[in-house]
Each structure stands twice: as C-alpha cells, then as structure tokens.
T-cell receptor, first 114, second 115 residues
C-alpha cells in the first residue's frame, strides 16, 4: 500500500448525496485508476487517467465522476445517480513505459449507504 | 476484448503442501499477466508479472507462476504453503499492444491454508 493513500477508510452516504473519495500518490506515476470491488465479482474499472487534465471512462463509469488537476491526485465522486454505491473502492497508479506499468494499489475506501 | 478466468472460487491446501491457483486468459495480442494478493479489508499487493522472456516467473513471498502460451494459462504456484498465505488471489491481463493500459481482473480465488 505504500505510496498511495486513500481517505477516508469508511464513508457513509445518505440518499441523494454526492460523496468524494480521495486518492493521493507520491510515486510520481503518470497513470491513475479507480476500481470498484464487489464480493465475488473481482475488480471493475470505473475511470482511469493517463495524464493530468485527461481521463477516460472504464467499464462502469455511470454514476461516477473524476478529476485530474494534479499528477498526485485523482478524486472520485460517487453521485446520487449511482443507485447501488455500496462497495469497496480501490485506487491504483502506474508508470506508463511499455511493460513497466505494474499497477500499485491504495488501501481502499469502503462506502456504505445509510 | 480481453478476459481472465479463475475457475476455482476457493482452494484449500494443508500447510507445507504445494499450492496452485489457476488462471486462464484471452487477449487478441500478446499478454501481459499479473498476480495480486488481497488480505481482508486491504488493497491489492503485487506478487509477480509476466511481460516477456522466461516462462517461469518468480515473485514475492516464494510465489512463482508459469506462462503457457499454448494453454493460455498463468497458474500461480508455491512449493510449500504457509498459513499466512491464506488470502484472496487475483489474476489480471492486459493486451501488450501500445495504447491499451486497461487491466482486466479475474473474480478472485480464496486460498485457505489449513494448519
């Protein structure tokens, strides 16, 4: 988990509320990723960013938004449009040289709905 | 499209016995393959990867994996299991072609090492 921090560790969302999950890395990695983990489903990619001020939708982007204003930071907002947000959210980062792009993960944020 | 299959939801092995966690993949081009381990309520830890070269890859904590192109497999192995190896293991693949940085993960295999 070293080098990538996620906060908070637990987050509670009320009906109709937007919440933002923080992800910060000090590894000087260009690329950052957000995954959602549900029991028995593995990890599914929400959004990724290969460079500052640019990001791409992953497989399950609906109901989520991101920004990448700084290289070190890639916050994820879970909007009220996401009807089933309860999950474990993982942030990752990597370099971008061919064959060098091992993804390293943060400790995760567990989002629960009140 | 790329995909990963981990055919076993759970693997049980006695402490001191060899362990194998299976993974098969599908990609259009050449594969980059990865194994990660996850302990409860924690992020994923990188174990090892295959990019090119020797088909037998050695990684952290005594784990190794063998790339088999004809069988499109990348099974994770360890000669002697420890109770502390009990965790959730994920195999992941990406297409080696430039411009494709997305990893696709399997659904995970829960390894239980019995004392």
């Amino acid at each position: 988990d070293g080098g990538i921090t996620q906060s908070p560790k637990y987050l509670f969302r009320k009906e109709g509320q937007n919440v933002t999950l923080s992800c910060e890395q000090n590894l000087n990695h260009d690329a950052m990723y957000w995954y959602r983990q549900d029991p028995g489903q593995g990890l599914r990619l929400i959004y990724y960013s290969q460079i500052v001020n640019d990001f791409q939708k992953g497989d399950i982007a609906e109901g989520y938004s991101v920004s990448r204003e700084k290289k070190e930071s890639f916050p994820l907002t879970v909007t009220s449009a996401q009807k089933n947000p309860t999950a474990f959210y993982l942030c990752a980062s990597s370099t971008q040289g061919l064959g060098q792009e091992t993804q390293y993960f943060g400790p995760g944020t567990r989002l629960l709905v009140l | 499209a790329q995909s990963v299959a981990q055919p076993e939801d759970q693997v049980n092995v006695a402490e001191g016995n060899p362990l194998t966690v299976k993974c098969t993949y599908s990609v259009s081009g050449n594969p980059y393959l990865f194994w990660y381990v996850q302990y409860p309520n924690r992020g994923l830890q990188f174990l090892l990867k295959y990019i090119t070269g020797d088909n037998l890859v050695k990684g952290s904590y005594g784990f190794e994996a063998e790339f088999n192109k004809s069988q499109t497999s990348f099974h994770l192995k360890k000669p002697s299991a420890l109770v502390s190896d009990s965790a959730l293991y994920f195999c992941a693949v990406r297409d080696a072609r430039a411009g494709s940085y997305q990893l696709t993960f399997g659904k995970g295999t829960k390894l239980s090492v019995i004392p």
